[in-house]
Nanobody
Framework: QVQLVESGGGLVQPGESLTLSCEASGWTQYRSTIGWFRQAPGMERVGIFCIDKTGTSTLIADSVKDRFTISRDNLRNRVSLQMNSLKPEDTAIYYC????????????????WGQGTQVTVSS
């Protein structure tokens, strides 16, 4: 059974950076794609960035382009989301999730989810 645990969230000021980590246990070769999603208060959960086992990434949220990057360390079973130049509108609970389907970033394809980590950007 695959389990995912997010960490690295917190309270930062606009313009600052955070790095979120997603640690996977029970990793199997079938968990091809890991994605980062976020859910702001009163909003739907939306995809941000996904990465497959080869390191090929898919950016879904244009609002984070050139500010967020995703990376994957298969040896350590870890996927990271580096977030720079954070804005108040980035405030949300951030989730990582796993999917069998390679290259997907559709929320419905992800069937294993972490518990989420809160990111708050405020002055």
């Amino acid at each position: 059974q695959v389990q995912l645990v997010e960490s690295g969230g917190g309270l930062v000021q606009p313009g600052e950076s955070l790095t979120l980590s997603c640690e996977a246990s029970g990793w199997t070769q079938y968990r091809s794609t890991i994605g980062w999603f976020r859910q702001a208060p009163g909003m739907e959960r939306v995809g941000i960035f996904c990465i497959d086992k080869t390191g090929t990434s898919t950016l879904i949220a244009d609002s984070v382009k050139d500010r967020f990057t995703i990376s994957r360390d298969n040896l350590r079973n870890r996927v990271s989301l580096q977030m720079n130049s954070l804005k108040p509108e980035d405030t949300a609970i951030y989730y990582c999730a796993a999917a069998d389907l390679r290259g997907t970033c559709r929320t419905r394809d992800f069937d294993v989810w972490g518990q989420g980590t809160q990111v708050t950007v405020s002055s």
